[in-house]
């Protein structure tokens, strides 16, 4: 709480030494991860919205190998992290990072070829899991050679970051490099343990996949998501950071707790119960790196009150921890065998996947996104008006599909554990759920495509200004501190 | 702030220290839920005893021996299965068919046959029934086809279930013989006229062999139900004199092991 801003506010504060000019940014390569992340998002989404659809309307589309649910519905998992929420992340670290490191990225050159090699591996991922060649295992269904582009990528990206922290011309790394950091390591050492192709057996092979398939959304989207948040929140809202020792017990909590927590996902299953029960407990614990951040979040920009009502970016983002919030009570309580009796197996779940993949940490991408994009291309994003309606239908559009996913996720459990219907007869009591899902949904894919539009156009379109704003006249329009001539 | 200097405000100002608690909390963890389990857990890679000497449960040799040491009839059991769960994982079955029945009484409900209440009054007495999912059962399975979501039915203990006849028509269209299902139809496993390609033979092949290498279904003798139809208690009956187990009736069928080469190796 003391000093805990010192190292963000537009004060150079440097240990080491002096800071004779403002180092220019080029953003080259963020500008080409945020592009082909936006692209990949609006892919990702509509086809979560055919497999809704298909929920519904089993011969929606045709009788098509390719675009079988069973086909779409993993290509759909792995999209939209891969080349969505991934890569949205990695352009904010590029963003991030030297700004924050007060140098330039160590290598605009090196960044952009990790970013095309990412473009050309979900560009064939995206077509590997329809046309058959998967791994079969649920968020690790890139078949072996995507692996092997996307660890390339990665270790590219991450040797790049981690020269620009080495480069640093300020003693203290903030605590969104830690989470950066972080999240470099992890995927790295998830991914290539999640990906592994040694053809594990049976429970084995269970175990490792949720161990992964845990950490995907753990130690990949949860680290980054929250390093975001801990620079734009500040950033958007113009205060420091509420408390740093927060921030500090949060993070380390995480690195602690969140590896011990796949096997949660095997409650009840075949694998020994010790390993289900030390999973429940460190799933409770996670409540403490979750009020930690929570608190912070909430705690942090000054007039609260007010700046969800002007400012999108602060908006986006304070929306975004609820839904973390959210989320991180309904997991803790989802991996206690009781609950886990209801709501395993159920749609619930797909609620709830949803509202930290989607609900918080796509809100915060498209925070970032927002937040950048006026910096990068040194002008006012394309349409305010656009950024209000996107946040809207997202938000709502999110409440109508989570809602509904819980009431139906529940009631399914509900049913099969209290009633004497059959199975099939389940299904069909489901359909209305399934219904509303695709509402709000269509609210959420609308909302996606308003976002790449207002993105797009302000890259493209916007009026180029005869005079380039400076870095910090930019930043007054990102965050909606009203006109340049105030700055 | 500065001054303090603990090895968590070190690591926020050294890349070395910060790098090195990270990465031993993370190994931490992997060693403690990862490999221990495949020590610690008798069963976790091999069948375990009491099952290696019940010659009414355990995994065939076509399924769990290296393929080079296989022939013939053994051999095309093997290539009919493997090519069945290809097909399985190629199509994405596993992200709406779990293979698991848990130790609960919806599960043994909707997916048991036979005396169902049987098992269920076992599971009361905290006992686990046969149908319940074990560990050995998974064994030659790679990738693993556990499951995470029940959109369709558990699958697990399916083998012997339905024909072969059933299946086909059932893949050919779902809503004619469930009606009420949103099951896919999977028309490019056939042919134009209906007939079930290689693929959709071995696909069906292997559902017929999931669930049949244990006896799982209760049976209570004719004699013992009318002993037990006394309304006035809910005891439950002591299982080892009343109730036998037994294993779903299943074949394997290999007709077209010309048509398709399944002996052939591959």
């Excluded at chain 1, 009591?429 to 219904?435: D, G, I, K, N, V």
């Amino acid at each position: 709480m003391e000093s805990s801003a010192a190292v963000i506010t537009a004060k150079p504060v440097s240990q080491t030494g002096s800071y004779d000019q403002p180092v220019v940014h080029e953003d080259k390569a963020a500008r080409f991860w945020l592009f082909m992340s936006i692209a990949f998002l609006c892919i990702g989404v509509v086809l979560g919205l055919i497999t809704a659809i298909k929920f519904v309307l089993p011969e929606f589309l045709g009788k098509v190998a390719w675009l079988s649910l069973g086909r779409i519905r993993p290509t759909h998992n792995n999209l939209v992290v891969t080349g969505w929420l991934v890569s949205a992340n990695v352009a904010a670290f590029l963003f991030i990072t030297p700004r924050l490191c007060k140098t330039k990225l160590y290598s605009e050159k090196l960044a952009l070829w990790a970013g095309y090699i990412w473009l050309v591996a979900n560009i064939l991922a995206l077509f590997s899991v329809p046309l058959g060649y998967t791994q079969g295992k649920e968020w690790a269904d890139w078949p072996w050679w995507v692996d092997l582009l996307i660890v390339v990528s990665w270790v590219l990206v991450s040797y790049v970051l981690f020269q620009t922290i080495a480069n640093r011309r300020v003693k203290q790394m903030y605590t969104s490099l830690w989470y950066m950091m972080g999240t470099l390591i992890w995927t790295a050492a998830v991914y290539i343990i999640g990906n592994w192709p040694a053809g594990y057996t049976g429970v084995n092979d269970a175990n490792i996949n949720w161990f992964y398939g845990h950490m995907v959304v753990g130690l990949i989207a949860t680290p980054a998501g929250l390093a975001l948040a801990y620079y734009f929140i500040p950033k958007a809202s113009r205060s420091p950071l509420w408390s740093h020792t927060l921030s500090m017990i949060g993070f380390w909590s995480i690195a602690f707790i969140y590896a011990w927590n796949g096997a949660h996902h095997l409650t009840y299953g075949p694998i020994p119960t010790w390993l289900t029960t030390v999973a429940a407990v460190f799933s409770v614990l996670l409540l403490i790196p979750v009020f930690t951040a929570v608190t912070n979040f909430y705690l942090t920009p000054i007039d609260l009150a007010k700046q969800i009502r002007t400012n999108p970016i602060v908006n986006l983002f304070i929306w975004g921890t609820t839904f973390y919030l959210a989320t991180c009570i309904q997991g803790p309580a989802q991996a206690l065998r009781s609950v886990s009796q209801y709501v395993h197996f159920t749609d619930w779940v797909v609620g709830h996947a949803h509202m930290a993949l989607f609900g918080a940490f796509t809100a915060f991408a498209i925070g970032a996104a927002y937040y950048m994009l006026p910096i990068m291309y040194k002008r006012p994003i394309y349409s305010r008006g656009l950024q209000w309606v996107q946040i809207h239908l997202m938000i709502w559009g999110f409440v109508i599909f989570a809602l509904d996913m819980w009431v139906g996720g529940f009631y399914q459990g509900w049913l099969w554990k209290h009633t004497s219907l059959s199975f099939i007869e389940t299904v069909v009591a489901m359909q209305p759920f399934y219904w509303i899902r695709i509402i709000g949904g269509s609210m959420m894919v609308l909302s996606m495509f308003v976002f790449a539009y207002n993105a797009v156009m302000t890259a493209l379109m916007a009026e180029p200004r005869k005079v380039a704003l400076t870095e910090r006249e930019a930043e007054a329009l990102a965050t909606g501190g009203g006109s340049v001539a105030e700055v | 702030m500065a001054g303090k200097n603990d090895i968590f405000h070190r690591a926020e100002r050294n890349l070395a220290w910060f790098v090195a608690i990270l990465m031993s909390f993370f190994i931490f963890a992997v060693i403690a839920t990862v490999i221990i389990p495949v020590i610690a857990t008798p069963g976790w890679n091999t069948i375990p005893k009491e099952v290696q000497q019940d010659p009414n449960r355990g995994l065939p040799d076509w399924m769990l021996k290296p393929k080079r040491e296989l022939s013939g009839k053994d051999l095309a059991m093997r290539n009919k299965w493997e090519r069945g769960r290809l097909v399985y994982k190629r199509e994405g079955c596993m992200y709406c068919h779990s293979q698991q029945v848990r130790p609960l009484d919806g599960d043994i409900r909707m997916f048991g046959r036979g005396d169902v209440d049987y098992d269920r009054k076992l599971l009361w007495r905290k006992q686990k029934p046969p149908v319940v999912a074990e560990a050995w059962e998974y064994l030659a399975d790679s990738p693993h086809f556990l499951g995470t979501k029940r959109t369709g039915p558990d699958l697990s203990r399916v083998g012997g279930k339905y024909t072969d006849d059933w299946h086909y028509a059932h893949f050919l269209n779902p809503r004619e013989m469930v009606p009420g299902s949103i099951m896919p139809a999977y028309t490019w496993l056939f042919t134009p006229t209906g007939e079930p390609t290689c693929d959709a033979r071995a696909l069906v092949f292997y559902i017929q062999t999931l669930g049949v290498f244990k006896p799982w279904i209760p049976v209570v003798e004719e004699a013992e139900e009318t002993l037990g139809a006394v309304p006035t208690t809910e005891a439950p009956r002591p299982p080892e004199e009343k109730v036998t187990y037994i294993t779903p009736p299943h074949y394997f069928d290999l007709s077209d092991i010309e048509e398709c080469g399944w002996d052939k190796r591959r």
